[in-house]
């Protein structure tokens, strides 16, 4: 897959087949997060990354596609294999966000480089998960990054109706996207 196609393509994915992804891989991807810009390359960025057993622990503390309702929202079948959690150091955090923003897009753009489909969960339960990842003293969850080979399809589209996404009969999620004219502008 071509760069730009990678950016183009990459959607949310909220449904998974369960075959495991390699702990090689998920070293990979998690690497290519190390690389992400870093605000004074203060790099205050730390990765949890939760697979087997403990991923399904973290299943039901997790929510999932809110405009979708509970047809968007994957059951347990079609849960994530792995999780990556981005966490931030409590006392080194200058412009955590954008860090950890611009590491978690890394991991994603990488992932679905190598066809492992993802999304990015804000809405966690991060007193509970704190606890089974044994988050580190001075850290922070910040957000996770579910992962997984696809089970559903997730298509961008020009918007023509607002920019709320969809899913259609056939279980295929549509994400509309605002015009390239619509969203810039050229200053001379």
Not at 60 to 86: C, D
Not at 103 to 129: F, H, R, T
Not at 134 to 162: C, K
Request: hydrophobic share 40%; proline share 5%; aromatic share 10%.
């Amino acid at each position: 897959m071509e760069f730009y196609e990678v950016l183009k393509t990459r959607r949310s994915i909220r449904k998974f087949e369960q075959t495991q992804i390699p702990d090689e891989m998920l070293k990979k991807l998690v690497d290519t997060a190390r690389y992400a810009p870093a605000a004074a390359n203060v790099q205050p960025l730390k990765y949890a990354v939760v697979r087997g057993e403990r991923a399904k622990e973290i299943f039901p503390l997790t929510r999932w596609a809110a405009l979708l309702g509970e047809k968007g929202a994957p059951k347990a079948h079609e849960a994530p294999v792995a999780y990556v959690f981005v966490m931030t150091n409590t006392k080194n955090s200058y412009n955590k966000e954008a860090d950890a923003s611009l590491a978690i897009e890394n991991i994603v753009l990488a992932a679905w480089y190598e066809g492992i489909g993802s999304c990015i969960l804000g809405s966690i339960d991060k007193p509970k998960i704190s606890k089974i990842i044994d988050l580190p003293e001075d850290y922070e969850i910040n957000y996770a990054v579910a992962l997984g080979y696809p089970a559903q399809t997730s298509v961008a589209e020009e918007e023509e109706n607002g920019v709320a996404y969809y899913m259609d009969d056939k279980d295929v999620v549509h994400v509309p996207k605002r015009k390239l004219c619509d969203v810039s502008y050229f200053v001379d």
